[in-house]
């Protein structure tokens, strides 16, 4: 059993999707705290619902990107939480959240990176007209989507996609992934080797048995 701390701004049809496999006992984790940087934020009343433990940090109140995640790795060490998943979380995190939980923050980005990083990665694949389109879980780290990735899910582009389309199908394998990646931490599964050559990347490692995505 792993305990979870989930950060969020938007709808958290991601977080639902982690509360949902944790019901399913497909995910042998607890998740400790929902945060959000935004008061009204839909993903606040999903885990109101669904009896978890929520706390607002407004990031407008702090002096900078360090004071408020000091606010936020607070209340996850409060609550005991081992790792932390960023579900839809879009605020830049510092060295002050990393440094807390190395190696045990997790994001899922709506492309297949390091293709089309940051905001509106969906319109960033309709623009570019690339043929396959899809998510990534990584690890976090200082930059910008840029950090160690765990899993990938691929999905087609379709000539008659739009952002809504392409986002949805995109979406629909996040809900997969994200908790069956988690699954993954929860179970040991998940390390990490330095890079093997001088300003190389350091690559995830899943042992066992890793299902087709
Ligand atoms: C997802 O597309 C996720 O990949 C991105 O933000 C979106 C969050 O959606 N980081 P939701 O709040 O989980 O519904």
Do not use: K
């Amino acid at each position: 059993m792993i305990v979870l701390g989930v950060l969020v701004s938007g709808s958290g049809t991601n977080l639902q999707a982690i509360l949902d496999a944790i019901v399913a006992r497909t995910l042998d984790a607890r998740i400790a705290v929902v945060v959000s940087n935004v008061a009204g934020a839909a993903a606040l009343d999903r885990a109101r619902a669904a009896g978890v433990d929520t706390v607002v940090v407004d990031h407008g109140a702090f002096a900078d990107r360090a004071a408020f995640d000091a606010a936020v790795v607070l209340a996850l060490r409060e609550r005991g939480v081992e790792a932390v998943v960023l579900a839809g979380f879009m605020r830049l995190v510092t060295t002050v959240l990393l440094d807390a939980f190395p190696m045990r923050v997790v994001n899922i980005h709506p492309g297949l990176l390091p293709s089309f990083p940051g905001i509106h990665a969906q319109r960033q694949a309709l623009e570019y007209g690339v043929r396959v389109a899809g998510c990534t879980v990584h690890f976090v780290d200082t930059g910008t989507d840029t950090g160690p990735v765990i899993a990938q899910a691929a999905v087609p582009v379709h000539d008659d996609d739009d952002e809504a389309t392409l986002g949805a199908r995109i979406l629909a394998r996040e809900h997969d992934l994200l908790p069956r990646v988690l699954q993954w931490i929860a179970e040991g599964r998940v390390s990490i080797d330095p890079p093997s050559t001088p300003g190389g990347r350091a690559r995830v490692r899943v042992r066992g048995h890793v299902q087709a995505l």
